[in-house]
């Protein structure tokens, strides 16, 4: 059994901070599951362009609002306390927050803790795989 708590990731390694979001890896690819796990905040103000080519992802917002916004057709989703999304398809996409949005993130495969999005907007696969 796996039990981690959130005070015990801020401030160390597995708390990635950039100028658009702020994420607390709490699941990784080094914990077996299969997935990882995360508590996002992208904050208040910021548009992140996402375009995660070798990952899916499903994220659930529990707090906060935004919205994110299809490259391909421009239709834009509103984004609140309750609104789950998932990438099933790869779909690039831009996420802004309206105010700070609290995230949960699952993605598979998952990701080693340190990943940021490169220029794309994707994130890349670990070496070994």
């Not at 950039?18 to 690819?29: A, P, V």
């Not at 905040?41 to 070798?54: D, N, V």
């Not at 340190?114 to 795989?129: I, M, N, T």
């Amino acid at each position: 059994m796996i039990v981690k708590h959130l005070n015990d990731i801020i401030g160390t390694e597995n708390d990635v901070d950039t100028e658009t979001w702020r994420s607390y890896r709490i699941l990784l690819k080094k914990d077996g599951m299969g997935f990882s796990f995360h508590h996002t905040i992208i904050k208040a103000g910021t548009e992140t362009l996402i375009w995660y080519k070798k990952h899916l992802e499903a994220v659930y917002c529990i707090e906060g609002s935004g919205e994110i916004e299809l490259a391909d057709n421009g239709k834009i989703h509103l984004i609140n306390p309750g609104t789950l999304y998932a990438l099933n398809g790869h779909e690039k996409h831009l996420l802004r927050a309206e105010s700070d949005m609290h995230m949960v993130c699952v993605f598979n495969p998952p990701v080693t803790g340190r990943e940021v999005h490169d220029k794309d907007g994707s994130y890349p696969l670990p070496a070994d795989d």
